[in-house]
């Protein structure tokens, strides 16, 4: 029982060290959107560029915005948008996440930037 009673807190402690820190700054994010996404996409409800309004991205599901003309790619994607998925997709070039989407974006490579980005797109709702 010792050995159970210092090993619990030990292995807490791994735990939170080895989970991912992803707590962005949703203010920084409103800038780096500005920076990487505006150009196609706004933060607005029902207000679509080249790209899909992102207001309720976080939580929606991939090509289901009904006034937007998805690519096949993504009308068939079978995920939701989650903090996970978003984060996963654009910290890659977008035709190597979802091949077949029009989206000509590099990737984010900056981790902090790209954690920013994601606080700031789960604000828009």
């Known amino acids: 029982m010792k050995l159970a009673h210092g090993l619990l807190p030990a292995i807490l ?4 060290a ?7 700054d949703p203010q920084a994010g ?3 959107f500005k920076s990487e996404c505006a150009e196609c ?12 309004s992102l ?3 976080v939580g929606r599901h991939a090509g289901s915005l009904p006034d937007y003309n998805y690519t096949d790619a993504l009308k068939q994607a079978p995920w939701v948008w989650t903090e996970d998925k978003l984060h996963g997709y654009l910290s890659q070039p977008a035709r ?8 000509k974006y590099p990737g984010l490579d900056d981790a902090g930037q790209l954690d920013d980005l994601i606080a700031y797109l789960a604000t828009l709702h």
Request: aromatic content about 6%; proline content about 11%.
């Open 55 to 57: 207001f309720g991205i």
């Open 30 to 32: 409103a800038n780096v």
């Open 96 to 103: 190597q996440a979802n091949p077949g989407t029009r989206m």
């Open 41 to 52: 996409h706004s933060p607005k409800e029902g207000r679509n560029k080249k790209g899909p």
């Open 18 to 24: 080895a989970a991912p820190a992803r707590a962005g």
């Open 13 to 16: 402690i791994w735990l939170v």
